[in-house]
């Protein structure tokens, strides 16, 4: 009965840490969620397999900016505006080209963890992965986070010490990592 009373409450802790790993993360457009990669824009093609896990932020072709297009079925018909992408079903919609082209595809991953060899994975599952936040911010919120989340009682005196110990580490992280230089103070003479 031990055995199985301390399993679960592993694997409830285990689903903790990454429910609060995963609400921190997509709670802001964080700097460190910033990727890029680069792709083969295959010649006579208009729609390409998504290369990335996350949200594009930009995509260039030959040094252009490709702004994004909504109307995705003007891809497939083809009236879209000049220097546009698009998405569909999964799929990267660009104009087709008359020859292979190189793509840099700038994003905001949806990747929250780390493995042991440092790659991008959707959720920590074993005790070598890691959190995608930063050190030394990432111990603080993903404890007390999970505590609060595990003790959800706000009349507890434990609760009201693991939420201030929570939202300080996340200040500490914003303060760190403003989303732009938007964010930064304007001071002006």
């Given amino acids: 009965l031990f055995l199985s ?7 409830k802790i285990k689903n903790l840490l990454n429910r609060v790993n995963n609400d921190i993360c997509s709670s802001f457009d964080w700097g460190f969620l910033n990727k890029m990669t680069s792709v083969t824009v295959e010649s006579g093609l208009i729609e390409h397999n998504m290369p990335i896990n996350g949200k594009i932020k930009a995509v260039f072709i030959d040094n252009v900016e490709y702004f994004f297009n909504h109307d995705f079925e003007s891809f497939y018909n083809s ?13 990267l919609l660009l104009p087709s080209f008359d020859e292979a082209k190189s793509a840099n595809i ?12 440092n790659s991008s994975i ?6 070598t992965d890691s959190s995608i936040i930063p050190a030394p911010f990432d111990c603080n919120l993903l404890v007390y986070g999970s505590c609060v989340q595990f003790k959800a009682m706000p009349e507890s005196p434990k609760y009201k010490h693991w939420y201030a110990e929570y939202i300080k580490a996340l200040k500490n992280l914003k303060s760190q990592f403003n989303q732009s230089s938007d964010n930064f103070p304007k001071i002006s003479f």
């Fill in 79 to 91: 009236s879209f505006r000049p220097y546009s992408y698009s998405i569909f079903d999964n799929k």
């Fill in 5 to 11: 009373l301390t399993k679960d409450y592993h694997i």
């Fill in 122 to 127: 959707s959720a920590m599952s074993n005790e």
């Fill in 106 to 117: 700038f994003y905001f991953t949806n990747q929250y963890a780390l493995d042991e060899n």
